[in-house]
């Protein structure tokens, strides 16, 4: 009897440990590279005390790629298939799935005479991300998408909002970094012999929220805004100089170049959205709406120094400079979302981040440019 529990619990322990090197081998061979979890769904309530110009639901779902948007087009080939990437100002981390400015642009596709398909616009953008980091993950997520049309890029906030928090250094240090920290779902493990560190657990877990569609809930999410809002509010260390922005500027150039190429290899088309911002001079109560732009990420600690938002809009239109000569340079459509978002606290709720009008606007904005493309 104790041979054969032995027996059986040695075969039991064989047979995990040959499915978990299986499981490893066969996510490995796939390659699958998600920003977000496949069929993931997120029911959030936003802080509407601290964002008044916004909804109180912003819920979340993902499709079948892994994109924030619609169900992924039965045959691709019939649909015009586009793909919004960049930053935080593409992601709309605040905004309801339907008004969103990628949901928006699907939207007004649909209803453009010039348009003969029928439109799928999914959104893979991630906030706080460089142009470097984000051609590392287009250059594994865009091949596997079926039957691709167009790109649209929103970058370059995020660029410079990393110079910032770096201190403005005067050289670029462009050390290796680990991809798989930047999306959600991947095939780099590392794998151990825990249990929720296993592959076999990761392969349940997907199987879960593809077959039950679980729903994760947050609450009061943009809450500490109040907070960061104050810190800036009340310090007494603003800065108004920086160094010399050309390295940043250089290395934002260097990689958005980059990021074009690897994008037309999977794309028809990539549009250059320039990246707008709320372009005016504020009044004391606007500038107490404010809270980023500090030396370091507020979400780290205390900052000991923000940088002056009229430096920050300075620099905003060096880098959207940048964008434009590198857009026109390769020949990639661009469209000034400057020119079309009104700059006020109603189309905005803080410097960099559109409400669900301003996304309107940005929405239709890249329509325009977009359905051109289908002539």
Not at 263 to 288: G, M, N, Y
Not at 329 to 353: C, E, I, N, T, W
Request: aromatic residues 8%; glycine residues 6%.
């Amino acid at each position: 009897m104790i041979d054969t529990l032995l027996y059986a619990a040695a075969s039991a322990g064989i047979g995990l440990v040959a499915s978990e090197l299986i499981a490893r081998a066969w996510i490995k061979t796939r390659d699958r590279w998600y920003i977000h979890q496949p069929f993931a769904r997120r029911h959030t309530t936003v802080a509407t005390d601290v964002l008044p110009q916004l909804p109180e639901v912003a819920n979340f779902e993902a499709n079948a790629d892994g994109e924030r948007g619609g169900p992924v087009p039965s045959d691709p080939t019939k649909v015009l298939r586009v793909v919004v990437a960049g930053g935080s100002a593409a992601e709309c981390f605040l905004l309801d799935q339907d008004a969103t400015s990628s949901a928006a642009l699907e939207k007004e596709l649909k209803r453009r005479p010039k348009v003969k398909r029928d439109v799928h616009v999914g959104n893979v953008a991630r906030s706080l991300i460089t142009c470097r980091k984000i051609n590392a993950i287009m250059g594994r997520v865009l091949p596997r998408l079926e039957s691709l049309d167009v790109v649209v890029l929103v970058v370059g906030a995020s660029d410079l909002v990393d110079w910032f928090e770096a201190k403005t250094p005067d050289t670029i240090a462009e050390p290796p970094f680990i991809l798989a920290d930047f999306v959600t779902v991947h095939p780099e493990g590392p794998f151990q012999w825990k249990p929720k560190r296993m592959a076999l657990y990761q392969l349940v877990r997907d199987l879960n929220v593809r077959l039950r569609r679980p729903i994760v809930t947050k609450s009061r999410t943009g809450g500490s805004i109040a907070k960061h809002r104050a810190a800036r509010a009340a310090t007494d260390n603003l800065l108004t100089e920086v160094p010399d922005p050309s390295p940043m500027l250089n290395a934002f150039e260097h990689h958005l170049r980059a990021l074009i190429e690897t994008c037309r290899k999977s794309a028809k088309h990539v549009v250059i959205a320039q990246q707008p911002w709320l372009d005016r001079d504020f009044t004391d109560d606007e500038k107490a709406l404010l809270w980023n732009f500090g030396q370091g990420s507020p979400y780290r600690g205390a900052l000991d120094a923000y940088y002056d938002i009229d430096l920050v809009r300075s620099l905003m239109g060096r880098v959207d400079e940048v964008a434009m000569r590198v857009a026109d340079d390769m020949g990639a459509p661009r469209v000034d979302l400057r020119q079309s978002v009104p700059s006020d606290f109603k189309h905005y709720y803080d410097f960099l981040h559109h409400t669900p009008e301003g996304a309107a606007f940005v929405g239709a904005a890249i329509a325009d440019v977009i359905a051109e493309l289908e002539n």
